[in-house]
């Protein structure tokens, strides 16, 4: 829906694919960043996409079940802007570097303080089951809640939102302490997802740690 209202308000009727591309990845050089993503550049990449291996991390890791779906050339080329998003994770990095410096231009300050402002407090998310404070589109700290809302570990500020991927990644900033975090891993425990929150918790635990 928000792809269709981006489509209609451009005067020159780009999809919302090209206009991600034009007015945020390009210029905040993530060009190896894209919402559906060309097929011919999907194959001069090669090697570079790393596969989606399935199953807990500590057993022998098995290709996703979603590879021959998702992970062809035709399959990325569909614009599905809700989970089709592909690029290095530190693209997703230089996206919130960019928000935690005001915007550079994307964006003005005053959006990015409505959308990370608490708009929904203490509800139980209907996606996952579990209460989550949320802003326009991003998750507020929530581990106020307990363990599973706690996607930003256990040291962050209050004021730190951002996004989780699915079982295998998450970005966010934290304005506080001045900090970005985007890390990813290729193997998806989808069955225990525990698994995944307990690493993601003890490698930002360990990165908050470490930058004291």
């Given at each position: 829906m928000l792809g269709e209202i981006i489509r209609r308000v451009c005067a020159d009727g780009r999809p919302y694919s090209q206009y991600?591309?034009?007015?945020?990845?390009?210029p905040l050089k993530m060009h190896?960043?894209?919402?559906?993503?060309?097929?011919?550049?999907?194959?001069?990449?090669g090697d570079r996409i790393a596969p989606m291996h399935f199953g807990a991390t500590f057993k022998r890791p098995e290709p996703h079940r979603y590879a021959p779906w998702s992970n062809t050339a035709e399959a990325v080329a569909i614009e599905r802007p809700g989970g089709n998003g592909r690029g290095p994770i530190h693209d997703l990095g230089r996206l919130y570097e960019a928000m935690l410096a005001g915007g550079e231009n994307?964006?003005?300050?005053?959006?990015?303080?409505?959308l990370s402002a608490r708009h929904t407090v203490g509800l139980i998310d209907k996606t996952f089951g579990y209460q989550l404070d949320r802003g326009l589109g991003v998750v507020l700290d929530?581990?106020?809640?307990g363990t599973s809302p706690g996607w930003y570990g256990?040291?962050?500020s209050p004021r730190t939102w951002g996004h989780g991927g699915y079982n295998c990644s998450i970005g966010f900033?934290?304005?506080?302490?001045?900090?970005?975090?985007a890390l990813v891993f290729n193997?998806?425990?989808?069955?225990?997802?525990?698994l995944h929150e307990e690493r993601t918790r003890a490698t930002i635990d360990a990165i908050y740690e470490e930058l004291a």
């Open positions: 991600v591309r034009d007015e945020i990845c390009e190896d960043t894209w919402i559906g993503m060309p097929a011919e550049r999907w194959r001069a990449y994307i964006v003005t300050a005053q959006t990015i303080e409505a929530s581990k106020q809640y256990t040291r962050c900033l934290d304005p506080e302490n001045r900090l970005v975090v193997g998806m425990p989808e069955a225990e997802p525990a």
